[in-house]
């Protein structure tokens, strides 16, 4: 069974903004590895075929332009880990800065 | 014992004044606390709003206030519904003291149906599972043996309904999350066509796939609880502005002429001989009662496990990047800048399975290789739906089992992928947009419960609830309870 490169492994890691511990990295270069190659399976099939979308045609719909009731801002922050009246409170966005 | 009721039946009793809303919570509340310490359905009890809930449709009856089809009737969701005021985990860390500032469409439906929310059940985290083992939080059992999982993802939303710690529940249907878990507590669990509820305010998993619907302990319930969940609702962009059919109305018991297929490719292979029999005696009653068998193929049905496999954690990565540690959620302490805050938040709240997923759809979406897995996995569904298209042409249903094995025991899949070949009849359905049921048709001589499924055509939920009635009615196994619950 194939296992993965640890680097690519970091790699998609780091995509995926998720932090591993390394033995999380270690395990998974196998497991990641055994799902993937379940995979191959799709890459022999001959598929001359529009990609589907949905079960039921469907049009694109669009809502009018107006404005409607939301939730009010105090509410839509309240559950922030860190908030500041009705803002959410990042830290640094570069990295070094304070 | 007014818990064993059905839904149905307790909605009747409660609008004839014969038993009141609160009697219902309070009895399922106190079966609740009796029970469920050992079974583990629950990961939140809301007493307190299940009492007031119950006390005002007590007192519009009393005023003689219209009632809505499920007035009083007590009900527990899966927590992926969202539900305001009242947890709302997806069985994760990262959500955990959540408290919602809004109620789903789904919830909000039941609600205006006169419907008590009990809680909130159980499940895999973010529905990522087949045995709901992926829970944060605890371990569910399977009420009609211990030693066993109660199927999952929805495991809490099977086991409270089979062991009747609630009057019926909702569950969410991502590759058989509500079908695989009915079929191994002995319930009824419907997926709706793609589009027939509106997901808005459902922790969002595979947005293709994903479908809520009901689980419960008769076919005439399932019918009850789907009707009020259905419809049109402009908050979600895939829902389908379609009819929605009196679905108890299709239980006329009359299947003279129906066309049931049967896959060859869903009884070969690995299938538990006493799976492919009772479900092979469910075909047999669907005959005598007047319907046709018809042997079809579903020639790509082996390709759904992969196919599946790319598109859910694929939309699953997507749709899992909202938990950054900043709007809501738990936040990782002492963060250098803000890609360490999303880094240490996320690996710190996602559990092994969730993060699992996570890298495989990043990886499978990163730049260069999209063609080569989810475009390709999406001309896959295509030709899983062909497949089905062409069935259409000569049959009104197709007959499978739900699942290979009956339930299996806690901890026996050793690897992932062991763990979603439990899927593997369940998948195609999701794949190809189509609606599908389990009804229980038979128990193993271990006692534990097999599931029959029915897959239809996109919108016809109403022909597979009338088979399903069917083959309920026959096999006569509604009066059996699990022991020690009864």
Known sequence: ?98 | MTEWLTATETARRIAAGELTAVKAVDAYLARIAKHDGELGAYLAVDAEGARAQAASIDAARAASAPLGPLAGVPIALKDVLVTRGLATTAASQILGGWIPPYDGTAVQKLRNAGAVILGKLNCDEFAMGSSTENSAYKKTKNPWDGSRVPGGSSGGSSSAVAAALCSASLGTDTGGSIRQPAAFCGCVGIKPTYGRVSRWGVVAFASSLDQVGPLARSVADAALLLEVICGFDPHDSTSLDEPVPDFRKALTGDIAGLRVGIPAEYFAGAIDDEVRSAVQRAAAILQEKGAELVDISLPHTELALPAYYVVAPAEASSNLARYDGIRFGKAAEGARDLLDLYQRSRGQGFGPEVKRRIMVGTYALRSGYYDAYYKKAQQIRALIKRDFDKAWQHVDVVLTPTTPTAAFRFGSKSSPVDMYLADVFTLSCNLAGLPGISVPCGFTTDGLPIGAQLLGKPLDEATLLRTAHVIESAVGLADRRPKGLA
């Not at chain 1, 890691?13 to 799902?35: C, S």
């Open chain 1, 1 to 98: 069974m194939p296992i993965l490169p640890r680097k690519e492994v970091e790699e998609i890691a780091l995509l995926a903004r998720l932090h591993l511990e390394p033995d999380e990295i270690e395990k998974m270069r196998v497991e990641l590895g055994a799902i993937l190659d379940h995979f191959t399976a799709l890459a022999a099939v001959d598929t001359d075929v529009a990609p589907m979308t949905h079960a039921v045609p469907l049009e694109l719909r669009l809502r009018p332009d107006v404005p409607e009731p939301s939730l009010p801002a105090e509410e839509a922050v309240r559950a922030a880990p860190a908030k500041e009246g009705q803002f959410f409170v990042v830290p640094a966005i570069l990295p070094g800065d304070s």
